[in-house]
C-alpha cells in the first residue's frame, strides 16, 4: 500500500503505461533465448542455483523450512555458545580464495525462473536481486569462518550495511543468464565485508552489471553480542590492494559517520546553499521571512512523498527468525522506483544504492512504515532516500530499523525539489552528499 499527493499519481500512472520508446533489448525475444543460454549453466552443472544459497544458510546454522520448526531450532542454538571463539588469534587464518563462490541465477536457460524476476515491462526486478546479493553475502561470509569439524555455525551472521552498489549497466535483459561471484575482500575483528559482481550473457560472452560491497556482522548463536571471526591473510598484490581498499572504506564510513548532518552543523559551503535556495524562493512582491513562493520548474520537497505500509509475516523471515534484509531492500526499491518514476514522469533507471544501514532488526509480526522522499535532484538525475521504521501499536512508539538511499536517472531534465523548513533542507544536503559520493562530481 502507498500514499500520496493526488497530483503525482496521475503521473505515476501515466509513466507505468506500455512506453514505445523503450530500449529494444529490454524487450523479450524467443530468438535472444537461445544467446542468452550460457553453456556453463547447463543442467547438471554442480555450481550452486540460486535458488539453494537460502537453502544451504539453512543447513549450516540447523535452521527450517517449517514455521513451528524454526522457532525450536533458533532456542536450541543458545547451546552452541560453547563453540564460540574466546579471541580472534584462537581462529586460523583464511585466504580470500576459500570464501569465494559462483551462483547461477539461470534466466535463459530455465525459462521456468523468470516469472518471479519478470516485471510487466520485461524487464528484471532489481528487488529481486538485491535479495539475491543479500543472501550470497551472508552465504559468502559463512564460507569464511567455516569449521569442518562443526556440524553447525555458532556465528549468527547478519548484514549490517550496503556500502555501495554501482550499476555498470542499466539494462538486465529477463531471457539471458546471470552469474554472481563474490568473495571476502577485508575482515576486522567481528565485521566482514564481502564484495561481488553481477554478470550476464548475452551475444556469446558475459558483461558486467553491477558491482556491490556488502558489510557483515558475526553475532553469538542467540544474536545478542559480538563474536569473532577468522582473520584474513591477503595472498599477492592484488589482494593486498583489495584488503587496503577495505581499511579504506573502514575510514570513509567512520568519517562520514562523525560528520552527519544529524550530528554536527553543514558546511559553510553548504549553508550557502541552503540560504540561495531560500532566496529564490521569496516573495518579491512581498519580501518577508515568510511569505514563500515555489520557483518555476519545481516542486515543493514536502510533495515529493510516498509512503507504504508491509506487515511482515513470518514467510519472509530470515534463518534467524527476523524480516529477511533483502525483503526489506526489495520494498524499499520498489517504493523508491514509484517515488522517482511520479516526480520525473517517466520510467528511471537505477544509477545505484548507497550507504543502507541495518540499525536493528525486524520483529516477525511487525507493521512496517516506509516512507520514501525525493531529497536531491540535479540535471536527469533523482535522489531517493526511504526511511524505515517499525510502529507498535500498543506503545504507539516509532523505532527506525534502516535508511535507504537510491539514485536514479531519466531520459530527460528532471525539475527540482525545494525544501520549505530546515529538516528539510538538511535532508537537501543529505541527498546532495550521497549523490556526489555516487556520481564522483
Known amino acids: 500500500m502507498f500514499r500520496r499527493s493526488w497530483p503525482w499519481f496521475s503521473r505515476l500512472m501515466s509513466c507505468l503505461r506500455p512506453c514505445a520508446s523503450l530500449p529494444s533489448g529490454r524487450l523479450l525475444c524467443t530468438a535472444a533465448t537461445k544467446e542468452g543460454s550460457a553453456p556453463d549453466m547447463a543442467e547438471g552443472n554442480p555450481l550452486l542455483h540460486v535458488s539453494n544459497v537460502r537453502n544451504r544458510l539453512r543447513e549450516i546454522v540447523g535452521a527450517s523450512t517449517n514455521w513451528s520448526d524454526h522457532r525450536r531450532a533458533m532456542s536450541e542454538r543458545a547451546s552452541l555458545s560453547s563453540e564460540l571463539a574466546r579471541s580472534q588469534s584462537d581462529l586460523p587464518a583464511r585466504r580470500m580464495k576459500d570464501s569465494l563462490l559462483e551462483v547461477h541465477l539461470p534466466l535463459g536457460s530455465q525459462p521456468q525462473l523468470r516469472e518471479k524476476y519478470l516485471t510487466f515491462h520485461n524487464s528484471v526486478r532489481f528487488g529481486r536481486i538485491l535479495e539475491d546479493l543479500d543472501s550470497l553475502a551472508v552465504l559468502i561470509s559463512y564460507s569464511h569462518t567455516c569449521n569442518p569439524a562443526l556440524k553447525r555455525s555458532p556465528l549468527s551472521i547478519v548484514t549490517a550495511l550496503v556500502d555501495k552498489i554501482d550499476m555498470r549497466q542499466q539494462v538486465i535483459y529477463p531471457d539471458c543468464d546471470i552469474k554472481f561471484t563474490g568473495h571476502v575482500t577485508w575482515v576486522g575483528k567481528t565485521s566482514i565485508e564481502a564484495k561481488m559482481h553481477m554478470t550476464q550473457y548475452r551475444n556469446g560472452a558475459y558483461s558486467p552489471v553491477l558491482d556491490a560491497t556488502f558489510v ?151 507493521l512496517l512504515l516506509l516512507s520514501s522522499q525525493v531529497c536531491y535532484t540535479q540535471d536527469n538525475y533523482i535522489q531517493v532516500r526511504v526511511h524505515s521504521e517499525v510502529f507498535e501499536p500498543l506503545s504507539r512508539q516509532h523505532n527506525t530499523t534502516n535508511v535507504f538511499h537510491f539514485t536514479f536517472v531519466s531520459d530527460r531534465r528532471v525539475v527540482d525539489v525545494v525544501p520549505r523548513t530546515y529538516g528539510e533542507a538538511m535532508l537537501y544536503l543529505d541527498g546532495k552528499r550521497h549523490f556526489n559520493h555516487t556520481v564522483a562530481l
Open 216 to 366: 557483515m556482522v558475526a553475532r553469538d548463536p542467540e544474536n545478542k553480542r559480538a563474536a569473532f571471526v577468522n582473520p584474513l591473510k591477503p595472498d599477492g598484490p592484488e589482494e593486498e590492494e583489495l584488503f587496503r581498499q577495505g581499511e579504506a572504506n573502514k575510514s570513509r564510513r567512520v568519517e562520514l559517520s562523525t560528520s552527519s548532518l544529524l550530528k554536527v552543523a553543514p558546511t559553510a559551503e553548504e549553508r550557502n546553499v541552503v540560504h540561495a535556495l531560500f532566496l529564490n524562493t521569496l516573495d518579491a512582491k512581498t519580501v518577508s521571512f515568510r511569505g514563500r513562493v515555489l520557483p518555476p520548474d519545481s516542486v515543493w520537497m514536502e510533495d515529493a512523498k510516498v509512503k507504504g505500509l508491509e506487515i511482515c509475516h513470518p514467510q519472509e523471515r530470515n534463518i534467524f527468525n527476523r524480516i529477511f534484509g533483502g525483503f526489506l531492500m526489495r520494498k524499499a526499491y520498489e517504493l523508491a522506483w514509484a517515488n522517482a518514476s511520479a516526480f520525473g514522469g517517466c520510467r528511471p533507471a537505477l544509477v545505484a544504492v548507497d550507504d543502507i544501514l541495518f540499525q536493528k532488526p525486524v520483529e516477525i509480526g511487525s
